[in-house]
T-cell receptor, first 116, second 112 residues
Framework: DTGVSQNPRHKITKRGQNVTFRCDPI?????LYWYRQTLGQGPEFLTYFQNEAQLEKSRLLSDRFSAERPKGSFSTLEIQRTEQGDSAMYLC??????????????FGEGSRLTVL | AQSVTQLDSHVSVSEGTPVLLRCNYS??????LFWYVQHPNKGLQLLLKYTSAATLVKGINGFEAEFKKSETSFHLTKPSAHMSDAAEYFCVVSGSASKIIFGSGTRLSIRP
């Protein structure tokens, strides 16, 4: 399968614990995006990378959220000291750069976080 | 600034009848517009896109959308609904790589 892969698919954790999600994009895609989706809402942009550079992170929800893409391939999204309000689906998407392709995102199936 | 508004949170149609999912956008410049579909327990998938070429855009599974600048609309249509079309549909506006904004979604239900 050469699509976007996210792990784990489901994570249940207790409030205050740290969690990390991994995303493996389509191999030739240089852009990688993280979104959050809550029930009944559309995906909400968090951050994106072009290669290993994080070009936009102002939408990360708080300083408890951080993302990395160390070698320009896979990416991780970490949430520290989780809160119940962090419960959501975390979506990863990848794309190629270029004006004509902007907005053409390929999504993984998401990582669902439940904070007890 | 950009924004997108999906006018209906839920649309229900009978199988074989037309589908209309409404989307209005706001953008300070000429945007790119997209529709994505999300089936239950599946990842989001691109249905179609508008990038300032033809105003009537055809997508997968028989869907199409028309860009109307005067009405700032990009409504999604399909002549005849199929049971497999039941899903959540998202209208998206894009002005740059970091400004890809999703609407709140429209859930499409198909009655047998």
């Amino acid at each position: 399968d050469t699509g976007v892969s996210q792990n784990p698919r489901h994570k249940i954790t207790k409030r205050g614990q740290n969690v990390t999600f991994r995303c493996d994009p389509i191999s030739e895609h240089n852009r990688l995006y993280w979104y959050r989706q809550t029930l009944g809402q559309g995906p909400e942009f968090l951050t994106y990378f072009q290669n290993e550079a994080q070009l936009e992170k102002s939408r990360l929800l708080s300083d408890r959220f951080s993302a990395e893409r160390p070698k320009g391939s896979f990416s991780t999204l970490e949430i520290q000291r989780t809160e119940q309000g962090d419960s959501a689906m975390y979506l990863c998407a990848s794309s190629v750069s270029g004006q004509l392709r902007a907005g053409e995102l390929f999504f993984g199936e998401g990582s669902r976080l439940t904070v007890l | 600034a950009q924004s997108v508004t999906q006018l209906d949170s839920h649309v229900s149609v009978s199988e074989g009848t037309p589908v209309l999912l409404r989307c209005n956008y706001s953008s300070s410049y000429s945007p790119s517009l997209f529709w994505y579909v999300q089936h239950p327990n599946k990842g989001l998938q691109l249905l179609l896109k508008y990038t300032s070429a033809a105003t009537l855009v055809k997508g997968i599974n028989g869907f199409e959308a028309e860009f109307k600048k005067s009405e700032t609309s990009f409504h999604l249509t399909k002549p005849s609904a199929h049971m497999s079309d039941a899903a959540e549909y998202f209208c998206v506006v894009s002005g740059s790589a970091s400004k890809i904004i999703f609407g709140s979604g429209t859930r499409l239900s198909i009655r047998p």
